[in-house]
């Protein structure tokens, strides 16, 4: 039996709440890697796309307004997460599944995508695998991830919110992009966010600044961002 991270006896820390206010600023964190995936691929119309680890289910809702007519699939391990992402984006054909083991049958993808899961995975190359097993030739890969390489890593020490219980691995920017260049993908892009891990940053009046180059640029080709952001291509 594989090894989880995930405790199902505690409350989940990822059920996220609905709101106007929290729907936009879950759209604004998500902006860049529409602007990634749209950068790197001509694919406008019919895409289909798989999100790997989908939380509350915010970015497969949001791919109904970024692309025509997505078709869109999502696994989950937390039947809770499953749940709300189900009702959030109620059109994603959205499965139970392990992101080191998960089976699909004669299907495959245009776009996988995995925000903030790998640190969760015991084997993430395991994932990787996967990933390139049930993408099309060409098809891209985006992939995210608490940057312990990065400032607020550096700055706040044992304080830093990258390091949980549930964060099983953890590692920096040119780490994670030469182990998954190395299971079969291209490196399109390789960077990271900006400051957000460090609390003083975060609030007024620098916190603005800090939320600006977030919504404007969404993360640069630099080692020292909050997240780990990646881009590939399957080779």
């Known amino acids: 039996?594989?090894?989880?991270?995930?405790?199902?006896?505690?409350?989940?820390?990822?059920?996220?709440?609905?709101?106007?206010?929290?729907?936009?600023?879950?759209?604004?964190?998500?902006?860049?890697?529409?602007?990634?995936?749209?950068?790197?691929?001509?694919?406008?119309?019919?895409?289909?796309?798989?999100?790997?680890?989908?939380?509350?289910?915010?970015?497969?809702?949001?791919?109904?307004?970024?692309?025509?007519?997505?078709?869109?699939?999502?696994?989950?391990?937390?039947?809770?997460?499953?749940?709300?992402?189900?009702?959030?984006?109620?059109?994603?054909?959205?499965?139970?599944?392990?992101?080191?083991?998960?089976?699909?049958?004669?299907?495959?993808?245009?776009?996988?995508?995995?925000?903030?899961?790998?640190?969760?995975?015991y084997d993430p190359l395991a994932m990787f695998t996967r990933a390139h097993k049930y993408l099309k030739p060409g098809g891209l890969f985006i992939v995210t991830s608490p940057n312990i390489d990065g400032y607020g890593a550096r700055f706040m020490g044992e304080r830093w919110h990258g390091y949980r219980h549930d964060h099983v691995t953890l590692k920096g920017v040119n780490e994670w992009t030469r182990l998954i260049s190395e299971n079969g993908f291209q490196t399109l892009y390789s960077g990271s966010t900006f400051l957000s891990g460090i609390p003083f940053l975060n609030k007024f009046p620098l916190g603005v600044f800090n939320w600006t180059l977030l919504v404007v640029f969404g993360c640069l080709r630099w080692n020292v961002g909050e997240a780990y952001v990646g881009v590939f291509r399957r080779v």
């Open 1 to 121: 039996m594989t090894k989880v991270s995930v405790n199902l006896t505690r409350p989940s820390p990822y059920i996220e709440k609905e709101g106007r206010l929290y729907r936009l600023k879950r759209k604004l964190t998500y902006a860049f890697a529409f602007r990634l995936i749209k950068k790197f691929t001509n694919i406008r119309s019919a895409p289909s796309i798989l999100e790997i680890g989908t939380g509350s289910g915010f970015f497969l809702s949001f791919c109904k307004d970024a692309f025509k007519d997505p078709e869109l699939y999502g696994i989950e391990y937390d039947d809770r997460l499953l749940e709300v992402t189900r009702q959030r984006a109620p059109y994603a054909k959205c499965i139970q599944g392990n992101a080191e083991t998960f089976e699909f049958q004669n299907i495959s993808f245009d776009i996988i995508a995995s925000f903030q899961v790998i640190e969760h995975l």
